[in-house]
């Protein structure tokens, strides 16, 4: 799977909007990128993914570059219930009756993205 | 929605004690997984199953064993626990259909080896 990169951490006000980034420079075309996120003392949990295109869901959008070396996952107004560490993940997507092997994922560092009030 | 459910929340464990964690998921999913998250360490995958009666090791299985003999259910089992595997552990599940990479986690347990 595709190294990323993220920054350690973000801030972000209250109702504004959150960009967090993410650099994979060295990913392969049937490599998506995924993002997941983990508040304190919970589960990660998913909140988006893409291939090429920029994908938007009621939880954030995603925003690929059309060289797809980096992303950017934008929280529109950001809550302080969105602070969390924020993992994002690059990894191709295993087609029909692959094993579960394919759905390993890797969770790096992630960015921990603070709202402030 | 229940959704993925672990028990216990917290446990400690002495060196050399045995115990299983269980996880439960009611959404009907086939893949399930294990995972350990330790400081610094990111999330790392012990065992899988992609199916009832089928496990699979991930990155570090040493020392577990797993076994799921119902769909629903997913047991993670220490034998002979040691202090590094002191960690807060995660299972997860996922569906096989095109939501397959949406995987659900469990609020996960904290587990000490004294």
């Known amino acids: 799977d595709a190294k990323t990169t993220q920054p350690t951490s973000m801030d972000c006000a209250e109702g504004r909007a959150a960009n967090l980034p993410c650099n994979h420079s060295?990913?392969?075309?049937?490599?998506?990128v995924y993002w997941y996120r983990q508040i304190h003392s919970q589960g990660p949990q998913y909140i988006i993914h893409?291939?090429?295109n920029n994908e938007t869901n009621e939880m954030a959008s995603l925003i690929i570059t059309e060289d797809r070396k980096s992303s950017t996952l934008i929280l529109p107004h950001a809550t302080l219930r969105d602070t969390a560490v924020y993992y994002c993940i690059v990894r191709p997507r295993s087609g029909l009756g692959s094993g579960g092997s394919n759905y390993k994922l890797t969770f790096g560092k992630g960015t921990l993205l603070t709202v402030n009030p | 929605n229940a959704g993925v459910t672990q028990t216990p929340k917290f446990r400690v464990l002495k060196t050399g004690q045995s115990m299983t964690l269980l996880c439960a998921q009611d959404?009907?999913?086939?893949?399930m997984y294990w995972y350990r998250q330790d400081p610094g360490m990111g999330l790392r995958l012990i065992h899988y199953s992609v199916g009832e009666g089928t496990t699979a090791k991930g990155e570090v299985p040493d020392g577990y064993n797993v076994s799921r003999l119902k769909k629903q259910n997913f047991l993670l089992g220490l034998e002979s626990a040691a202090p590094s595997q002191t960690s807060v552990y995660f299972c997860?599940?996922?569906?096989?259909?095109?939501?397959?990479?949406?995987?659900?986690f469990g609020s996960g347990t904290q587990l000490s080896v004294l």
């Open positions: 060295t990913i392969s075309g049937n490599e998506y």
């Open positions: 893409g291939l090429k």
């Open positions: 959404m009907n999913h086939e893949y």
């Open positions: 997860a599940s996922s569906s096989r259909d095109r939501e397959r990479e949406k995987l659900f």
